[in-house]
């Protein structure tokens, strides 16, 4: 998705397909931190990984789920990289080496 529009109907869709997303912040998206985990190596490029959920009005409505909100500095870029997901289960370095990829689809038949 592009970091200037981020649609939650079907963000929410896949979240409640028990598939998941990740995605680029929206640099206006309104928020509220729930929880944060301290528990980062800033070394691997991590700046922080947050349980939050949405303030706006139309927002909050159309995804009234907790996200998960993940920083990340990319040296090689020399920028600030911010991610949300509804995955709460993978590493939140996984999520920021994920996105990268996240065209790159490969089906494998049996």
């Known amino acids: 998705m592009d970091k200037a529009y981020i649609d939650f109907t079907p963000l ?9 997303f990740a995605t680029r912040e929206k640099e206006t998206m ?10 980062i ?6 700046r922080g990984d947050k349980i939050i959920k949405l303030k706006g009005p139309k ?3 159309l995804y009234p789920e907790p996200l998960r909100m993940i920083e990340y500095y990319d040296d090689e ?3 600030m990289l911010t991610f949300i997901t509804d ?5 939140a370095l996984e ?3 994920l996105y990268p990829n996240r065209w ?4 494998f038949f049996k």
């Open 104 to 107: 790159q689809i490969e089906v």
């Open 87 to 91: 995955n709460f289960e993978v590493s």
């Open 95 to 97: 999520v920021a080496r």
């Open 12 to 20: 929410l869709r896949m979240n409640k397909a028990d598939a998941f």
């Open 59 to 61: 927002s909050k409505q």
């Open 41 to 46: 190596d800033e070394t691997t490029g991590l």
């Open 30 to 39: 309104d928020y509220r931190v729930i929880e944060n985990n301290f528990n």
């Open 77 to 79: 870029k020399d920028m």
